[in-house]
Protein backbone atom coordinates (compact mmCIF):
# COMPACT_ATOMS: atom_id res chain seq x y z
CA UNK A 1 0.00 0.00 0.00
CA UNK A 2 0.90 3.67 -0.83
CA UNK A 3 -1.10 6.88 -0.31
CA UNK A 4 0.11 9.74 -1.22
CA UNK A 5 -1.51 13.58 -1.13
CA UNK A 6 -2.64 12.43 -4.20
CA UNK A 7 -3.51 9.35 -4.60
CA UNK A 8 -4.02 5.83 -3.36
CA UNK A 9 -2.34 2.50 -4.36
CA UNK A 10 -1.91 -1.08 -3.48
CA UNK A 11 -0.23 -4.11 -5.25
CA UNK A 12 0.41 -7.68 -4.41
CA UNK A 13 3.63 -8.83 -4.89
CA UNK A 14 5.18 -12.23 -4.78
CA UNK A 15 7.74 -12.12 -2.46
CA UNK A 16 9.85 -15.23 -3.57
CA UNK A 17 9.96 -14.12 -7.57
CA UNK A 18 9.88 -10.62 -6.80
CA UNK A 19 6.55 -9.36 -9.38
CA UNK A 20 3.74 -7.41 -8.88
CA UNK A 21 0.96 -9.78 -9.21
CA UNK A 22 -2.16 -7.50 -9.66
CA UNK A 23 -2.15 -3.75 -8.69
CA UNK A 24 -4.96 -0.94 -8.36
CA UNK A 25 -4.82 2.40 -8.02
CA UNK A 26 -7.18 5.22 -7.43
CA UNK A 27 -6.65 7.11 -10.48
CA UNK A 28 -7.51 4.58 -13.15
CA UNK A 29 -10.66 5.10 -15.15
CA UNK A 30 -14.13 3.89 -13.38
CA UNK A 31 -12.56 2.82 -10.42
CA UNK A 32 -13.68 5.87 -8.57
CA UNK A 33 -17.25 7.62 -9.14
CA UNK A 34 -17.67 10.51 -11.19
CA UNK A 35 -16.94 13.54 -9.47
CA UNK A 36 -15.22 11.92 -6.99
CA UNK A 37 -12.14 12.15 -5.09
CA UNK A 38 -9.39 9.94 -5.59
CA UNK A 39 -7.79 10.42 -2.24
CA UNK A 40 -11.19 9.82 0.64
CA UNK A 41 -12.05 6.51 1.82
CA UNK A 42 -14.52 5.47 -0.56
CA UNK A 43 -11.66 5.63 -2.83
CA UNK A 44 -9.41 3.53 -0.78
CA UNK A 45 -12.13 1.26 -0.46
CA UNK A 46 -12.82 1.14 -4.34
CA UNK A 47 -9.05 0.24 -4.78
CA UNK A 48 -9.05 -2.55 -1.98
CA UNK A 49 -12.22 -4.01 -3.74
CA UNK A 50 -10.75 -3.77 -7.06
CA UNK A 51 -7.27 -5.52 -5.68
CA UNK A 52 -9.36 -8.44 -4.46
CA UNK A 53 -11.33 -8.97 -7.21
CA UNK A 54 -7.96 -9.05 -9.50
CA UNK A 55 -6.39 -11.08 -7.31
CA UNK A 56 -9.38 -13.43 -6.87
CA UNK A 57 -9.47 -13.78 -10.76
CA UNK A 58 -5.14 -14.19 -10.95
CA UNK A 59 -5.67 -17.24 -8.00
CA UNK A 60 -4.55 -15.59 -5.10
CA UNK A 61 -6.77 -15.85 -2.16
CA UNK A 62 -4.85 -15.39 0.63
CA UNK A 63 -2.13 -12.86 1.40
CA UNK A 64 -0.09 -11.40 4.02
CA UNK A 65 -0.99 -8.03 4.39
CA UNK A 66 1.47 -5.12 4.97
CA UNK A 67 0.28 -1.81 5.82
CA UNK A 68 4.30 -0.25 4.93
CA UNK A 69 4.35 1.44 8.11
CA UNK A 70 0.86 3.09 7.79
CA UNK A 71 -1.59 2.47 10.89
CA UNK A 72 -4.43 0.54 10.81
CA UNK A 73 -6.82 3.36 10.15
CA UNK A 74 -8.54 5.46 7.68
CA UNK A 75 -7.69 4.69 3.71
CA UNK A 76 -5.52 1.59 4.93
CA UNK A 77 -8.39 0.29 6.66
CA UNK A 78 -11.01 0.78 4.32
CA UNK A 79 -8.44 -0.67 1.77
CA UNK A 80 -8.38 -3.78 3.72
CA UNK A 81 -11.90 -3.89 4.05
CA UNK A 82 -12.29 -3.54 0.15
CA UNK A 83 -10.38 -6.12 -0.41
CA UNK A 84 -11.91 -8.52 2.33
CA UNK A 85 -15.38 -7.34 0.51
CA UNK A 86 -13.91 -9.21 -2.67
CA UNK A 87 -13.06 -12.21 -0.88
CA UNK A 88 -9.37 -11.33 -0.60
CA UNK A 89 -7.93 -13.45 3.10
CA UNK A 90 -5.70 -12.02 5.14
Known sequence: MFRSLRCF????????????LVQA??????????GGSVRGLAAARAVGRALGERASAAGVGRVVFDR???LYHGQVRAAAEGAREAGLEF
Open 68 to 70: SGY
Open 25 to 34: RATEPGLVEA
Open 9 to 20: YAQLIDDESGRT
